[in-house]
């Protein structure tokens, strides 16, 4: 049987490059040599694609000298890889690889937001995860949170604010939020970015400024959010194309105030309770929130959604839905589907099957029209 040739995206344009690279080591070691053919590609935070030898090793080391550049298929009539080759002043291209399936490790912009989904659609190959507008309204937590709101999918207050208001008049925006949305504590974030980079609690008008120019700095679109209070943090792990699935429920105990970026990945000493210790019915409705969500923003292949459950009333609230969630060995996403009675190499093998079955789907889509 012809192994697939699966190539394996990590790094890239964005605050999460590191979070890629562990995400990235892991799904490689759990990618079956019997099954698979691996292509390593590393996208450096200047853009470029570079393949060779040990790409995750070199990405790791930040030691670039060994690799190749290659530029990725961009037409349907030929959705292979090149490499770019510079001899004699000049520059050309050798084709290296045909691909059977990207599989994107890719987190925050230009990876997780829809941008490289579109590169993929428009050279039509398969490829693991949500599609373009899965993974942008995903991505934006502005855009995602009017969809919730649309869709009767409870979410904590919140107020969209421009980086351009930031920088014309900090201190009206401070009070357009405190009229908006309440009281301290408040949240500021990034619209478009994850594993909680650019992320602040706000207890105070001073605690807010800085917040929103923290955030400010990672994009021009930031959300500030109402602290949902005494709540626990749940997490659901979902799977699936037309008919996704979802996975038990989990908890997390942050290590620090809030599950911060060092609390994620830095200290390893966030605490996660797999099963979450729920309600039964309590548990069955953040599932169906989860899936209504999911299919709301049509999105595939994988996502993990966030919610807050306040431990007294167990009111929920839809935090967010990550579209391309981590994949390091402390993740709670492959580890949800572990207690699920998915393996990590299974999951993956699920996750290539998916994107196959989407391109399948793709490829019964009538473009022209007929007469």
């Not at 605690?207 to 120019?213: A, I, K, N």
């Not at 069955?284 to 595939?300: E, M, S, V, W």
Request: aromatic fraction near 8%; hydrophobic fraction near 40%.
């Amino acid at each position: 049987m012809k192994k697939l040739r699966v190539a394996v995206l990590f790094g890239g344009r964005s605050g999460e490059h590191d979070v890629s690279l562990m995400s990235a080591r892991s799904v490689l070691n759990a990618l079956d040599a019997a099954r698979y053919e691996t292509l390593q590609i590393g996208i450096t935070l200047d853009g470029d694609w570079l393949t060779g030898t040990n790409v995750i090793e070199a990405f790791e080391k930040k030691d670039f000298q060994n690799l190749k550049r290659v530029i990725p298929p961009t037409q349907p009539s030929s959705p292979a890889l090149y490499e770019l080759r510079s001899t004699n002043h000049a520059e050309t291209l050798q084709r290296i690889a045909e691909v059977d399936v990207f599989f994107p490790v890719l987190h925050g912009p230009f990876g997780e937001d829809g941008a490289m989904q579109g590169l993929f659609e428009l050279a039509n190959v398969a490829y693991v995860g949500a599609g373009v507008a899965g993974s942008a309204v995903g991505m934006d937590k502005g855009v995602f949170k009017d969809v919730m709101r649309a869709h009767q999918i409870p979410i904590v207050a919140s107020a969209l604010i421009l980086r351009t208001e930031i920088e014309r008049d900090l201190a009206a925006v401070i009070i357009k939020i405190e009229n908006e949305i309440g009281g301290y504590p408040l949240f500021t974030k990034p619209a478009n970015l994850g594993s909680s980079v650019g992320i602040s609690k706000c207890n105070s008008r001073a605690d807010l400024s800085e917040g929103l120019l923290e955030a400010a700095r990672y994009d021009r679109r930031v959300i500030v959010e109402k602290g949902a209070g005494n709540v626990r943090e749940i997490e659901v792990s979902v799977l699936g194309n037309e008919d996704p699935q979802t996975s038990v429920c989990g908890e997390v105990l942050p290590s620090r105030e809030f599950y911060s970026y060092e609390a994620k990945y830095v200290d390893g000493a966030s605490g996660l309770i797999i099963p979450a210790q729920l309600p039964e019915d309590v548990a069955n409705q953040i599932r169906a929130y989860a899936l209504r969500a999911y299919q709301a923003i049509d999105c595939a292949g994988m996502a993990r959604a966030d919610f807050f459950v306040e431990k007294e009333t167990h009111k929920i609230y839809l935090n967010e839905l990550n579209t391309l969630p981590g994949f390091t060995s402390i993740s709670m996403y492959p580890k949800l589907w572990q207690a699920s009675g998915l393996t990590y190499p299974q999951l993956v093998d699920r996750l290539i099957e998916l994107a196959l079955e989407r391109k399948n789907q793709r490829d019964h889509t009538e473009y022209r029209r007929t007469v």
